[in-house]
């Protein structure tokens, strides 16, 4: 984590804390009812959500030598009242997330085997490869989220998600074509992915945030080739405002 890095998370743990603070001194002014259950509370009004993240994880498989950092805000909407019965009672949610802030780090440049065919033989030779970190920017458009029914507190939560990444510079790193710059992925890259967290209600109008997701990055073939990163592992700490 670079310096740039760790003075913004910094800042966001800061925020989050005099966030909750401020909270907490309101609890006076709050009904009864929304103390006891502030999670059923928040979620029976079907209301809207903003809040404020922070994300980190790694790549696993043959990207486990991947690490990867992001932060944003998220803006969503509960849309409909409980339905389904027993365990998998909720609520349909519709969000989106905005990341100005998205770095992978990757392996320095080196050389690297590449496995090669050319007419009937084949084998292995050495070619230079890119790497380092890359800085983009990251849109999460399509959340699709189920809230299970909450308990007094918590809110746990499902969801599936679609989005898409964007560096200056090709990723993930790849062959370093003659000019120097990496010869077969794109600046574009899309972010399916699935996860699961909760939120843990402070009051009615404010929870503290976990979640786990399973973040899948690949390029469609945008360029001549497409190494994407298979699977990675992120989790997401946050702060939420309902109204």
């Known amino acids: ?65 991947f690490a990867f950092t992001s932060a944003g805000v998220r803006l969503g ?3 409909t009242k409980p339905y389904l019965p027993g365990f998998l009672r909720g609520q349909f949610e519709y969000a989106g997330e905005l990341m100005p802030y998205w770095e992978a780090f990757t392996p320095a440049p080196h050389l690297a085997e590449t496995k090669y065919d050319f007419e009937g033989q084949t084998g292995y030779i050495l070619e230079p490869y890119g790497g380092g970190t890359y800085t ?60 699961m967290g909760f939120h843990y209600f402070i009051n009615s109008r404010r929870s503290i945030d976990f979640a786990a997701n399973a973040i899948h990055i690949s390029s469609a073939s945008l360029g001549d080739r497409n190494p994407g990163v298979n699977a990675s592992v992120q989790f997401q700490i946050g702060y939420t405002w309902w109204h």
């Not at 509370?41 to 922070?54: R, V, Y």
């Open 136 to 195: 983009g920017f990251s849109i999460t458009p399509i959340i699709l989220r189920w809230n299970f029914a909450p308990s007094r507190h918590f809110a746990p939560w499902f969801q599936g998600a679609g989005g898409l990444v964007y560096t200056p510079h090709k990723f993930p790193p790849d062959i370093l074509v003659p000019h120097g710059t990496p010869g077969g992925t794109s600046v574009f890259n899309f972010t399916p992915q699935g996860g």
């Open 77 to 79: 909407k509960v849309i």
């Open 1 to 65: 984590m670079n310096g740039k890095t760790f003075w913004f998370c910094g800042f966001l743990c800061a925020v989050l804390a005099a966030s909750s603070a401020v909270a907490l001194a309101q609890q006076a002014r709050v009904p009864a009812s929304a103390i006891d259950a502030p999670a059923k509370a928040a979620l029976a009004t079907l209301p809207w959500e903003f809040g404020a993240f922070f994300q980190g994880g790694v790549g696993v498989g043959e990207r486990s030598d």
